[in-house]
């Protein structure tokens, strides 16, 4: 066997030890040498899909249920690429063509799908907390594809992958997080993950948008966004969640753009080498500019790509187990 190999297996190995959890809920409950290695198995991962045949056999044999209860295009395609490229069996299951229209309620689905013996079920749910609930009755693993506005783990670490592909690591990075803050999952886990990691979180937005309580999750947060993009090496932009506000939270779209929209003279504040981030979808033309979203400075579309590498990171993580040499 060759060294290289050898000490491959070695590295899996040790990040096999590192990641001792059953469900991936959130970021929260993850420890700093976890994440990086999930970053670290990500990476290994990555290659896989810049091969001829983006297939190897790790987790053959394996069923994945994608319990999706709200729209996706990004994380639902990239769970099932990232399934299929491990060789497993994976399942798209889709609210508006189940039972769940005929009325079953959420806990006699999974108990239905279970039966059929699953090895783990993604669930993306409008209701924050329903991935830990599905775990209170569930045998099997559960992992969280975005539940309501708490948490969105595998995006927060398909943008820490981002960032470290860019940045090289994290400590005294400034990153800005910009937006429709109240109702973001990604905004939360990215908080978590970015804190652990030891960088510089700033939050920015309207005040509605913005409460000063989220200063106790240990970021500092500004309603200036002239003022906070200064100095900045990421400004990751979020998307006004109209789908989730009950009350008007600012009072027009043109204002909301002229204050907080990432514009080209905006971005200019920031350092020179400063990335833009964004999870998807965006409002072109509302929190960022068009010329922005698709300028060189944008990693948008590598946030995409990276999800696949770090999704089969989580899968591989929570289901391979001891098999990680078959990626080789
Ligand atoms: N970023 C993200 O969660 O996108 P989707 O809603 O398309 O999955």
Known sequence: ?????LSRLELNRRR?????????????GLT???I??????????????TREVKKVPTLRGKTIINLFYEPSTRTRSSFELAAKRLSADIVNFNKQTSSVIKGESFKDTILNLEAMNPDAIIIRHSASGIPYFATTF???RIINAGDGSHEHPTQALLDAFTIRQEKKNFKDLKVIIVGDIIHSRVARSNIFLLNKMGAKVV???????????????GVEIDFNLDRAIQGADV???????????AANFFPSI????????????????????AIIMHPGPINRGVEISTDMADSAKSVILKQVENGIAVRMAVLYLLLGGKKREAID
């Not at 096999?16 to 929260?28: M, R, S, V, Y």
């Not at 939050?203 to 999750?217: D, H, I, R, T, Y």
């Not at 400004?235 to 506000?245: A, F, N, P």
């Open 1 to 5: 066997m060759k060294s290289s190999l």
């Open 16 to 28: 096999d030890l590192a990641f001792k959890h059953k469900h991936l809920l959130g970021i929260q």
């Open 32 to 34: 700093s040498s976890e």
């Open 36 to 49: 990086v290695s999930v970053l670290d198995t990500a990476e290994s991962f990555y290659e896989v899909s």
């Open 138 to 140: 569930c045998q099997h």
């Open 203 to 217: 939050l920015v937005g309207p005040p509605a948008l913005l409460p000063v309580e989220f200063k106790n999750f």
């Open 235 to 245: 400004v990751m932009m979020l998307r006004i969640q109209l789908e989730r506000q």
């Open 254 to 273: 043109r204002e909301y753009r002229n204050l907080y929209s990432l514009t080209e003279k905006r971005f200019r504040k920031a350092k020179k080498n």
